[in-house]
């Protein structure tokens, strides 16, 4: 009797697009060995919360360790390696080459599909080496470590955060919290580069309110260093001292592996994937951060290192490489982030982006009150959208106000999948209730503006 060999399927790293694609994987072909390998200590962690984490608005970080290995493989049926580093992928010999890192011995792993998810990193400063006691990156669990270590164990007052943009603003909302000065400097004017000004004018001026100093236009800061540590900052010719310095100036692929073994990068620095996410290699699939994904809008590569879309496309991922024949869709770029008591929501593409792919666009703004004027919680919510000159659909928009402007934002996404012109959002029937909505949407004022520039 002739039996069926158990497929081998490894997935490489442990966080969000990892254990999605291992579970997947088990799920679609229970007989199947999984194995999922993890560098490091934690898997199947929330990195979006890592700032509440550091603020204490969330107690605990092991409330955003949603699985230990243990747990992963009695729930998911997946075996975990945590703390193993796979240096090498012999694709002639269908193996990786694995080193253990708390044993430093080497080991190898057979595979008939392997999965690619080693998900992003930091970007660095060559100014600031990995060596310095007070200088930090906020990506993973471990990074949060270290930092509340050092806060627990050093005098900490004034703090320096490198980068404008998601983690930098949202890490300075944190350090507020936690009673400290904070400063950040960003090499563009205002915060969030790439957004439209005037939605950076508005981020620039909540932070201000809220007491965190702000410089631009700053590219090459001079650092004092001083056994081991940054001690102060010359910026604009003034020294400033910090006790603390965080580095978010954004993130880059982490396909070091992908690139020894030959397969086939795209220009963002990210693994090119089909749609099915397979790589240049037909054993080889890739998800996550460390992945080039479509623009539904520009048709074009881009890179949009985002947790859902990784989670997503892991489960794609884990279900091809057991044999499944699911596929991918082109993406729509959707990202909130709280700005102290302000939300921003930025949907689709910018100005900045629309130029760059050579798409002749329009725009409306409008600022309209969130609630009903005569509630006492209304506030003011600021709205851009853009939209395609020739066909009038909508390619983008950003919203900053309360907490409403995600629905705003998850709304244009949709309207933007379902290919919609602009002057569809002054026929949209909107909710009305004193307490939660208002008379008349931001959208159906932009819509509105559309209508009516077009007659003109």
Do not use: W
Not at 119 to 127: C, D, E, R, V
């Amino acid at each position: 009797m002739y039996l069926k060999q158990r497929k081998k399927i490894i997935v490489v790293g442990g966080n969000a697009a990892g254990p999605s694609a291992a579970a997947k994987a088990k799920r679609v072909d229970p007989s199947a060995d999984v194995f999922l390998i993890e560098a490091g200590e934690f898997i199947s962690t929330g990195t979006c919360e890592l700032p509440y984490v550091l603020s204490g608005e969330i107690s605990n970080y092991k409330n955003i360790i949603f699985y230990d290995p243990e747990s992963f493989e009695s729930e998911k049926g997946a075996k975990v390696f945590n703390f193993h580093y796979v240096e090498r992928i012999d694709k002639k010999g269908k193996k990786i080459i694995v080193k253990n890192l708390r044993s430093n011995t080497y080991r190898e792993f057979e595979y008939d599909s392997l999965i690619l998810t080693t998900g992003s990193k930091p970007k660095t400063l060559p100014a600031l080496p990995a060596s310095l006691k007070n200088v930090f990156t906020l990506k993973s669990v471990s990074d949060f470590l270290k930092i509340k270590n050092y806060l627990e164990n050093n005098s900490v007052r004034n703090v320096l955060i490198i980068g404008g943009g998601y983690i930098g603003v949202e890490s300075a909302e944190a350090f507020v919290k936690l009673g400290c000065n904070v400063t950040i400097i960003e090499k563009e004017s205002l915060p969030f580069p790439g957004l439209e000004e005037e939605t950076r004018r508005l981020v620039l001026e909540e932070l201000k309110q809220n007491k965190v100093e702000f410089f631009g236009n700053i590219d090459n800061p001079k650092f004092n260093l001083q056994l081991d540590k940054v001690v102060s900052v010359n910026i604009d010719g003034r020294l400033l001292d910090f006790d603390l310095v965080l580095v978010a100036v954004g993130f880059i692929p982490n396909a070091d592996l992908a690139v020894g073994s030959g397969l086939t990068i795209g220009a963002f620095g990210g693994i090119k994937t089909d749609n099915r996410l397979k790589t240049s290699d037909p054993n080889i699939y890739a998800a996550g951060d460390n992945i080039e994904v479509i623009n539904r809008i520009t048709k074009q590569p881009d890179y949009i290192p985002l947790a859902t879309i990784a989670h997503e496309f892991g489960h794609v991922a884990g279900e091809n490489a057991a044999g499944g024949n699911n596929k991918t869709e082109p993406v729509i770029k959707n990202i909130a982030v709280k700005v102290f008591d302000r939300v921003l929501a930025a949907v689709g593409i910018s100005s900045v982006e629309a130029e760059r792919a050579k798409i002749r666009f329009s725009h409306h703004s409008a600022v309209a009150p969130n609630l009903v004027k005569v509630m006492p919680a209304s506030k003011k919510v600021f709205g851009k959208i853009l939209y395609d000159k020739a066909t009038d659909r909508i390619l983008g928009a950003n919203f900053f106000g309360g907490s409403e402007v995600t629905g705003y934002g998850d709304l244009i996404s949709s309207l933007i999948y379902s290919k919609n012109s602009i002057s569809a959002l002054a026929y949209l029937n909107h909710n009305y209730t004193p307490p939660a909505s208002p008379f008349v949407n931001i959208l159906t004022i932009l819509g509105r503006k559309a209508i009516k520039n077009a007659i003109l």
